[in-house]
């Protein structure tokens, strides 16, 4: 079994940065080798893939709305992947939700309980 808890949501102001973490419990060894990856919600839309992070951190991926300005990283030694956002725009409200699974591209089946991230002025 894998827990993962996200923190480091809030409020920021346009243009501001925050930097989410997620923290892997349970079953570190299957942790390890997987992909893991951020996902975000927006009220009324379908949840959508924002980065994502091979098990060794050799490969990342991103959606188009996150090139250039979020960048997803991994401390396996900590059980912890990161996502560093800037560029803030009130597009990016949602609330954002660590994935644990085998692939890249494709939400494997643990999830976090989530962590809103409010832009606004």
């Known amino acids: 079994q894998v827990r993962l808890v996200e923190s480091g949501g809030g409020l920021v102001q346009p243009g501001g940065s925050l930097r989410l973490s997620c923290a892997a419990s349970g079953n570190i060894f299957s942790i390890n080798t997987m992909a893991m990856g951020w996902y975000r919600q927006a009220p009324g839309k379908q949840r959508e893939l924002v980065a994502s992070i091979t098990s060794g951190g050799g490969s990342t991926n991103y959606a188009d709305s996150a090139k250039g300005r979020f960048t997803i990283s991994r401390d396996n030694a900590k059980n912890t992947v990161y996502l560093q956002m800037n560029s803030l725009k009130s597009d990016d409200t949602a609330v954002y939700y660590c994935?644990?699974?085998?692939?890249?591209?494709?939400?494997?089946?643990?999830w976090g309980q989530g962590t809103q991230v409010t832009v606004s002025s």
């Open positions: 994935n644990a699974g085998p692939l890249l591209r494709v939400p494997g089946k643990y």
